[in-house]
């Protein structure tokens, strides 16, 4: 065969193994694709949990959450209700050492007791529960009092008219304040009841 009839007949089989090559890769392009969609997903639901994270790790003082606060209690949790997705109504059980500060916080008295209803909201957005309060459990709670002309978000208004009244507290991440009950937290809102809020 002469060198030139040589020549173009393995450009031919260069020319149709790309092709063949670029035909294969079609699949793998899709895969690529989905690999890119999947990753942006990947991001984007760590960016929320970041996001979920920083609301939960972000440190509050309790004179500063005392002050941004319209209640604050000390009581023991003595009934948990799931009331929806991420939505949680306590009832607590408070003595009256352990009513800081109550704006017009609706109690009810049981015994030596009283009763608040608490409605706690978690960010949606996070994988874990950031607002945990278990059964039993004491803690220092700060948060808003509910009233009707309150804006709440529209994911939680049916539950909020379906559960909660004007006058109970109302808990949501980022924005309120608890933690288990020692000692040396409840000097340091007893300390912030005692001194100006700014």
Do not use: W
């Not at 989905?34 to 939960?56: F, G, H, I, N, P």
């Not at 050492?97 to 109550?102: D, E, I, Q, S």
């Not at 700060?142 to 109970?168: C, F, W």
């Amino acid at each position: 065969m002469p060198l030139i009839s040589m020549r173009l007949a393995e450009r031919r089989q260069r020319s149709s193994a790309l092709q063949l090559i670029s035909i294969r890769m079609l699949p793998g392009a899709g895969c690529a694709l989905m690999l890119l969609v999947t990753a942006a997903a990947v991001a984007q639901r760590d960016s929320k949990e970041r996001t979920c994270l920083m609301d939960y790790h972000k440190e509050r003082h309790e004179r500063e959450a005392y002050c941004h606060s319209d209640f604050a209690v000390n009581g023991i949790v003595h009934d948990v209700d799931s009331v929806g997705r991420d939505v949680q109504l306590l009832t607590v059980l408070v003595n009256s050492g352990g009513l800081y500060k109550m704006n017009r916080l609706y109690i009810t008295p049981d015994g030596v007791f009283f009763r608040v209803r608490i409605l706690v909201v978690n960010n949606p957005h996070c994988h874990q529960s950031c607002l945990h309060f278990s059964l039993g459990g004491r803690y220092i709670i700060m948060g808003q009092v509910y009233n009707k002309r309150m804006e709440v978000p529209t994911s939680i208004q049916q539950v909020i008219s379906t559960h909660l009244r004007a006058g109970d507290g109302l808990v949501t991440s980022g924005r309120s304040f608890f933690r288990r009950f020692n000692r040396k937290k409840e000097r340091k809102v007893l300390a912030a009841a005692h001194s100006k809020c700014k």
